[in-house]
């Protein structure tokens, strides 16, 4: 039982520590770099991923809390899986090939 508590403290840090990630990653992008992505606007994708990461840290991801956890885990992956690659692509000029 030791173990299993150990497991899920990494579980539940390590999905706060992704949400903090991908709220740096947001405030520290250009504005225009969101529009010229064709994805929502900077503001939008900081309460997103701020109000996620918030989430994460204060809740659990099991029992009553992961009716919270979960939904904002996913916003924050939404972030990092599909808008973060096109800012990055967007503020590089696009592929160079």
């Known amino acids: 039982m030791f173990v299993a508590t150990w497991i ?4 539940h840090w390590g999905g706060a520590l992704t949400g903090l990630f991908a ?4 405030l520290l992008q250009r ?3 969101y529009s010229a992505a064709d994805r929502k606007t900077k503001p939008i994708w900081m309460l997103i991923t701020g109000g996620s990461t918030v989430v994460l ?5 099991y ?4 009716i919270l956890w979960l939904p904002a885990l996913v916003a924050v992956l939404v972030y990092l899986v599909d808008v973060r690659p096109k800012l ?7 592929r160079n090939w």
């Open 23 to 26: 709220f740096v990653h947001a």
């Open 31 to 33: 504005a225009d770099a």
């Open 57 to 61: 840290t204060f809740f659990q991801f």
């Open 88 to 94: 990055i692509e967007v503020q590089r000029g696009g």
């Open 63 to 66: 029992g009553g809390g992961m």
């Open 8 to 11: 899920l403290i990494a579980i």
